[in-house]
């Protein structure tokens, strides 16, 4: 099996609806390789992870890791020279009609029965005005979803609607942010192992708390238009939290 190219109709469904599902896109042989680096973030989580959602209520050696957060290249060097990662910049590049570059990933790792969501956002959100209609996420489950074990959702067109006004999320002492959204415009994407969602940087989208009975897995892969220069000039709500230090910095103060 090769990679696909994007044809003409998945470049237009992309560019109306801000998000497209691409079936059988990773061969299983390379997810069980990314599989096998992932599951040693999983086990080492104390010191190669972030907990995306950190209960507010826990110390930092107390985190209970409700979302496992790090970065395959911290086990795995060799993950950029991998084919899917070439493919990723090429079939986005394709949906933005932008030269598009890998920038960075990050590893999500849901527990059996004490995940939570990851609320509703868009990545701009997180990345500041700089990204401005520059970036595309391809998220790589490693493993059958649906909205038991944390599929991704989105807003169907959100991508068109600008950048919605974000907040902390309560309870919560790690950066994740949230927005309100219309959920009457929800599309819920279930996938197969190989499948993978692609989504436009200002599309609204969530993944659901795994409420299954093994880990939710899933690689998600951000890239921006090259020469954007990265995240920056953020918006008054991003917030930087470095769980190595625990020290907190509010780089979109005064924005
Ligand atoms: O896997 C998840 O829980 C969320 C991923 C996500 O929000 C993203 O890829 O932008």
């Known amino acids: 099996m090769s990679y696909p190219t994007p044809t003409p109709d998945q470049v237009a469904f992309f560019q109306r609806h801000g998000w497209l599902v691409v079936q059988d896109a990773i061969p299983q042989a390379d997810l069980d390789l990314i599989e096998t680096h992932c599951q040693r973030l999983i086990d080492e989580k104390e010191s190669l992870a972030y907990d995306w959602a950190w209960d507010a209520r826990e110390s930092k050696d107390e985190r209970t890791f409700r979302i496992i957060q790090s970065r395959p290249h911290f086990v795995w060097p060799e993950i950029e020279d991998q084919p899917f990662r070439k493919w990723l910049a090429m079939f986005g590049s394709g949906l933005m009609n932008l030269q598009m570059e890998f920038w960075y990933d990050q590893f999500l790792g849901k527990p059996p029965g004490k995940s939570v969501p990851t609320y509703w956002h868009q990545d701009e959100g997180y990345w500041g005005r700089n990204l401005d209609d520059k970036g595309i996420t391809c998220w790589i489950p490693l493993h059958d979803v649906d909205a038991t074990n944390g599929c991704m959702h989105f807003i169907d067109g959100g991508h068109r609607q600008g950048v ?92």
């Open 164 to 255: 919605l006004t974000h907040h902390l999320v309560d309870g919560v002492q790690s950066d994740l942010l949230t927005c309100e959204v219309d959920e009457a415009d929800m599309v819920v994407c279930p996938l197969s192992r190989g499948d993978v969602t692609f989504h436009h940087s200002k599309t609204p989208h969530m993944t659901t708390a795994n409420t299954g009975d093994a880990y939710r897995k899933a690689l998600a892969n951000h890239m921006q238009a090259v020469g954007a220069g990265g995240e920056g000039d953020h918006y008054p709500w991003k917030v930087k939290v470095n769980q190595h230090t625990g020290d907190r910095s509010r780089p979109g103060e005064g924005a």
